[in-house]
Structures are given as C-alpha cells and as structure tokens.
C-alpha cells in the first residue's frame, strides 16, 4: 500500500476522491482524524487536453468599506495544462499534467516584492491487460 501526503494538488488531475472520516471501518483501527482516497486521472483511447489560466490583481477586487487604508499591491496567475491518451490502443494509455501558480504581493511597508512560485507536474502510465481466453472452453 501506498501512502502520499500530498498538498495543494491540481483539482484538475483528480478523477475519483473518497473522504472517510468518523465512522471509519475497522481496518483504519481508531482513527480519529479524515482519511483521503485521491484517484488521479488516467488516459484512454481517446486523446483528451485542457489548458487554462487564472488571474488576479488589486485592480479586480473591490471593498465596501468606506476607508479601506493603503492599498496593497499584487498579481496572482495560474496556468494549468494537461493531455492524456493511449501510447497501445486498450493496452497503455498517458496522462501528464503541468500547473504553474504565480503570486507577487509587496507587503505594507516593504519597498520590495516578496514572490511565491510552486511548479506541480505529474505523469502516469497505466497499463490494461485482458485476461487471456482460457484454454478449456
């Protein structure tokens, strides 16, 4: 069994999630805390991709109240990119997923920019093996 902690991955790249938390079955023992089952997408026969971005600055938001104070500067962007196909029709298939998160904020009385870049990239072979016809029917 595998176990993988892992943080902030791409929603994008997850097909299946089971979340167990109170009530957990025997096999957790006594558990007390959420167990998370994370299935990553994998390729098919088909290809499929996506491409997408997100972006934001100071200049998108707004406030209701009346006097907000200095106004703090920043620029937040993430591109996410993902294909996944078959390499041998029903046999091996791909998947592979690369997501750039990008923040730039200049914190209150801080003449410089304090930048935050975490690149998340994940590849995945799976292999599909039909059972053989067996010999005695």
């Known amino acids: 069994m595998l176990s993988l902690s892992l943080s902030r991955i791409c929603n994008n ?9 109170i009530g957990a079955p025997a096999e957790y023992g006594g558990f007390t805390g959420v167990v998370g089952n994370f299935i990553t997408r994998s390729g098919g026969n088909q290809f499929h991709g996506l491409f997408e971005t997100f972006f934001q600055n100071q200049n998108l938001i707004s406030t209701n109240v009346p006097d907000p104070g200095p106004e703090n500067p920043f620029k937040t962007y993430d591109i996410s990119a993902q294909i996944g196909g078959p390499i041998l029709r029903d046999k091996l298939w791909f998947f592979t997923g690369l997501e750039l998160p990008h923040t730039e904020i200049q914190p209150l009385r801080f003449d410089g920019v304090s930048t935050d870049t975490q690149t998340k990239f994940i590849t995945k072979l799976k292999e599909h093996s039909f059972p053989s016809p067996d010999p005695q029917s």
């Open 13 to 21: 790249w997850i097909e299946e999630l089971q979340v167990t938390g």
